[in-house]
Each structure stands twice: as C-alpha cells, then as structure tokens.
C-alpha cells in the first residue's frame, strides 16, 4: 500500500518536442509537457472536451528514451510521482511549481514527426 501514496498514471500527447539539459553533475534529464483530455456532458447536454496540461521530468535511461523517441504530438503512458518545489524568478518574485517525476514511460503508436 505504501507505493500508493504518491502515484500518478497518465495517457496523453506531447505538447512540443522534450528539453533536454544536464546538471553540473553531467546527469541527464528531459522535460516535456503532456495534455491529457477528457470529454463529458455538461448540464446543458453539451459534450466538453477539456485539456490539462502536466509537466514531466524523466531522468537517467528514461531520459535517453524520450531523448530519442519522443516528438511533438507522440502519446505516452506515464506513471511517477508529484513532485512541487518553488524558487525565487530573477525579479524575485516566488514561483510554485509541481511536476511529474517520470518513473515508467510506454510510448503508445509510432514515432510521430517533428
């Protein structure tokens, strides 16, 4: 039951093609962004599609996965945790950010274009 604590699990396409950086360390991560929708009824009747939009960070081997197969508009299955954080932007303002840190990556179809 532990591993239930802080689990998300989500399907959905790539909103650009992944960021790929490199800490000082020289450890590679990509970011990457993924719309998951969901279509309902609303008390009108009329059918809502609506998008969120989640940010992902894979590291590691998961990172040179979505480094080489990941595009624009490629639809993943993804499973890790929520992670949030915050900094200080440089006009030093506090900014809250929560983020998906990449455990399973599965990519779903083919490798779509750029």
Do not use: C
């Not at 962004?33 to 590291?59: C, D, M, P, R, Y």
């Not at 929520?82 to 779903?108: A, C, M, Q």
């Amino acid at each position: 039951m532990y591993s239930l604590r802080n689990k998300v699990q989500l399907i959905g396409n790539l909103g650009k093609s992944p960021d790929i950086k490199k800490t000082e360390s020289g450890k590679k991560l990509v970011k990457f962004s993924v719309a998951t929708n969901e279509i309902f009824t609303n008390l009108k009747g009329e059918k809502v599609k609506e998008t969120q939009w989640h940010n992902l960070v894979a590291w590691g081997k998961l990172a040179d996965v979505a480094e080489k197969y990941l595009n624009k508009g490629s639809e993943v299955a993804v499973e890790g945790k929520l992670v949030s954080r915050d900094y200080t932007d440089k006009e030093g303002n506090k900014k809250y950010v929560t983020e998906v840190h990449v455990n399973e990556l599965l990519l779903l179809g083919g490798k779509a274009s750029a």
